[in-house]
Every structure is written in C-alpha cells, then in structure tokens.
C-alpha cells in the first residue's frame, strides 16, 4: 500500500514538473494536490486519482509526439528524449493501473 502511495506521489511530481516549466502555476497546484485524494476513502476517489493519472499519460505521449517532431524538422537527435518520455509515460499509465488491486479495491469501497 505505501509502495503505491510513493509511486503516485513521484508521478504527481513529475507531470507538475512538467506544468510548472511551462509556466502554468494552477496545474502544479492541481498535480500537487492529486495525491490528497489518498486521504479520502471513497470508491469515487481512486476513479478520479486513475483518471487524473491515465490523463497525465496521455499528456507524456502528447509531449513525447511533439518533441520528436519538433526534433526531426531541427534535424536533431531525438531518440533519448523520446525513451525517456516514453518510460515516464509508461510509468504514470502503470502507477494508474497499480491502483486498481484488489489491496485498493478493499480499501477503497
């Protein structure tokens, strides 16, 4: 249970990183305070945390997409970046699916 705590923590930080490069300082605020959800034991808390989470996903592939096009018009390299967003994609989309175990579940009626 605190293992996946921890992993929705890091992808809350990571997607309001992403958000505060950006400049745009309500959804860091939103991001940051996701993980709140957590306290609330709900059934209807863990659907809107995994939604938040499949969206921010969606929101690394969007990035991921971006960056390689904007990569290849430079004619720069853009396979790293590209593993690297990918990975993060994968690991918020997996975090999302984490919270759907029967531990959760149980927990979250």
């Known amino acids: 249970m605190k293992f996946r705590i921890v992993l929705v923590v890091l992808a809350a930080l990571l997607i309001a990183a992403h958000f505060l490069r950006q400049g745009n300082l309500v959804l860091v605020a939103v991001c940051l305070s996701a993980p709140l959800f957590l306290l609330i034991h709900r059934q209807w808390s863990m659907i809107a945390l995994q939604a938040m989470l499949y969206a921010a996903a ?5 990035v991921l997409l971006h960056l390689i096009e904007l990569r290849a018009m430079a004619g720069r390299p853009w396979g790293v970046a590209a593993l690297i967003l990918g990975v993060v994609a994968l690991y918020t989309a997996l975090t999302g699916v984490l919270l759907n175990s029967r531990d959760m579940r149980q927990r979250y009626r």
């Open 58 to 62: 969606g929101i690394w592939i969007f």
